[in-house]
């Protein structure tokens, strides 16, 4: 209904693409991003997963919200300059938006008009008719608010999970320190052994990195499909 998304659908489909990634990094092990997420512990493949199922989610809104913008160029008034909107008119405007669509409640606009113009009937006074408009329209707007918690919950906690990665490998390399310093007498040996270190430092950074460039992206793309939601949304009550 309107720009929701099933949840575990998108779900599937971030899967999928994660899938996806992977079989394709695991083909060309020597590009930075492999060793990124192939080569730093558990924390990536969660990131990559959150990631492409914002997206997913994302693009599932956006394809709802193309459909939500074509019924904006459907004219539901008669052409004729006679035609008046009022209690007895009202029928002849909700028969011809159930020849449009199959379910009316799925579309704001029809949702919005169909339940005024049901009012207008059941009260028969025209002056309510702009009262009953707004409250379907800050319905709508809590409603998209809404649609977007899950990305929003996952644009938090990518971040998140990076600084986890963060905290894993740096533990990994100062245990990795201590242990060269207990075991190593000879400079030589000791240098070798950084190696180690350097590793887990490796780990630490590059798994904040990855995880800081997926949470940008997620939030630049959500903002401007919100930012066309709420245009469509105005679009809507213009209309």
């Given at each position: 209904r309107f720009t929701k998304v099933n949840g575990f659908?998108?779900?599937?489909?971030?899967?999928?693409?994660?899938?996806?990634?992977?079989?394709?990094?695991?083909?060309?092990?020597?590009?930075?991003?492999?060793?990124m997420c192939l080569e730093r512990g558990p924390t990536p493949f969660a990131i990559i997963f959150l990631f492409w199922w914002s997206l997913a989610i994302l693009f599932l809104k956006w394809r709802k919200?193309?459909?939500q913008r074509k019924v904006l160029?459907?004219?539901?008034?008669?052409?004729?300059?006679?035609?008046?909107?009022?209690?007895d008119t009202v029928d002849e405007v909700t028969d011809y938006i159930a020849k449009i669509v199959d379910d009316p409640r799925r579309f704001v606009l029809f949702n919005r008009?169909?339940?005024?113009?049901?009012?207008?009937?059941n009260l028969g006074r025209v002056a309510d008719l702009d009262d009953i408009v707004r409250a379907q329209a800050e319905q709508d707007t809590s409603s998209m608010e809404t649609s977007y918690a899950m990305v929003?919950?996952?644009?938090?906690?990518?971040?998140?999970?990076?600084?986890?990665?963060?905290?894993?490998g740096l533990s990994e390399a100062i245990?990795?320190?201590?242990t060269?310093?207990?075991?190593?007498e000879d400079l030589s040996m000791i240098t070798e052994s950084l190696k180690g270190v350097t590793g887990g430092?490796?780990?630490?950074?590059?798994?904040?990195?990855?995880?800081?460039?997926?949470a940008l992206i997620v939030q630049l793309i959500m903002t401007a499909l919100k930012k066309s939601e709420e245009e469509c949304l105005d679009a809507t009550m213009e209309y």
């Open positions: 659908l998108a779900m599937l489909i971030g899967l999928i693409l994660s899938a996806g990634m992977y079989g394709i990094l695991y083909s060309i092990p020597q590009m930075r991003l492999s060793s919200l193309c459909l160029d459907i004219d539901i008034v008669p052409a004729e300059k006679q035609f008046v909107l009022c209690t008009i169909t339940v005024a113009l049901a009012n207008l009937r929003q919950g996952f644009v938090w906690a990518i971040p998140v999970l990076g600084f986890i990665g963060t905290v894993l245990g990795t320190f201590g060269v310093l207990d075991s190593s430092l490796s780990t630490a950074f590059e798994t904040t990195l990855l995880a800081l460039i997926a």
